[in-house]
């Protein structure tokens, strides 16, 4: 597990050194994109695990727009149930955990939006996944958006 989460922070690493906007040229338009799936635990592949969307827009060069969602493997939206048993709070130190977590999206594409480059988009803790997953999408939706 621990090798699994070491690949997944270096590539991600990797490819937030290569793309950021402000460097190259992208077309003006809607870009969307999903992270690799995160597996947390190969024999519990429930809370924890998932993977993230970004939606951006380009517009003269600039990141005018952007939404970073997460998903439960299964296809699930991460949203105010997100760590709930049941539909309960089982228990409130990991309800709240998922909901820091989850309310780092928001952040991270609003870094991204008033930044405008990727690299400057700063983890929080708690939501390193997510900001993991926030920047490999985020970045294959620029490569998509690069003009030659």
């Known amino acids: 597990m621990i090798k699994r989460i070491f690949a997944f922070a270096a590539a991600s690493l990797l490819t ?3 793309v950021s906007c402000g460097e190259k040229n992208y ?22 695990n998932g993977y993230g969307v970004v939606d ?3 517009k003269d060069n600039k990141i005018t727009a952007c939404t970073f969602k997460t998903y439960e493997l299964d296809g699930t939206l991460k949203d105010e149930d997100y760590g709930k048993e049941n539909g309960e709070i089982a228990n409130r130190d990991f309800y709240n955990k998922a909901q820091k977590a989850l309310a780092a999206c928001d ?28 920047v490999e999408a985020a970045s294959i939706a620029l490569k998509q958006a690069e003009t030659d």
């Open 107 to 134: 952040k991270y594409s609003e870094q991204l939006v008033e930044k405008g480059n990727i690299k400057e988009v700063d983890a929080i803790s708690g939501a390193t996944v997510n900001y993991s997953e926030f």
């Open 56 to 58: 951006l827009t380009i």
């Open 27 to 48: 077309a003006d338009g809607d870009y969307s994109a999903q992270s690799s799936e995160y597996v947390n635990d190969e024999d519990d592949t429930t809370a924890g």
């Open 16 to 18: 937030l050194s290569a």
